[in-house]
């Protein structure tokens, strides 16, 4: 998990700053600007475009009364996939259109769910204490 955290936090931004670096010797600081606009633009509306088309499946998943746990791990996907095209970079571009795409993301929604699978058969995944944990009782309150 630690080495997860280096990369995520170190390296990744390093290898992101050299691109941006070498692709702005290319094109221009001002190019390079505006492609960094464009592909998050463009990110925002595909998430918001793929994020409705789910929604959809989960409310007709719900309304058939089936569980659309498919559907939510898409919605995850798109969620992170909108984020990360948000953030300036190219590397993180590419994985956040990977993960907007419904092809690509099919296959790494197949990857996600062996790991979660594996991670459930080896004992790795911590369930959280309910609300009731330790004789606390929460009330909902109606606004």
């Not at 700053?17 to 600081?29: E, F, P, S, W």
């Not at 956040?96 to 099919?106: D, V």
Request: proline share 3%; glycine share 10%; hydrophobic share 55%.
């Amino acid at each position: 998990m630690f080495a997860y955290l280096v990369i995520l936090f170190t390296v990744l931004p390093a290898l992101e700053l050299v691109l941006l670096i070498k692709v702005g010797g290319h094109i221009g600081a001002g190019n390079t600007l505006l492609l960094i606009i464009f592909t998050g633009v463009l990110g925002a509306y595909l998430a918001r475009l793929q994020g409705f088309l789910i929604l959809r499946k989960i409310q007709s998943e719900l309304n058939r009364g089936a569980m659309p746990s498919a559907q939510l791990l898409d919605g995850l996907m798109i969620l992170v996939g909108g984020i990360v095209l948000l953030t300036p970079g190219f590397v993180t571009d590419a994985l956040g259109f990977l993960l907007l795409i419904p092809l690509t993301r099919a296959a790494i929604k197949l990857f996600v769910q062996k790991k979660f699978e594996s991670m459930v058969r080896k004992g790795q995944v911590v369930n959280a204490p309910g609300f009731h944990q330790n004789n606390q009782k929460y009330e909902d309150i109606d606004i």
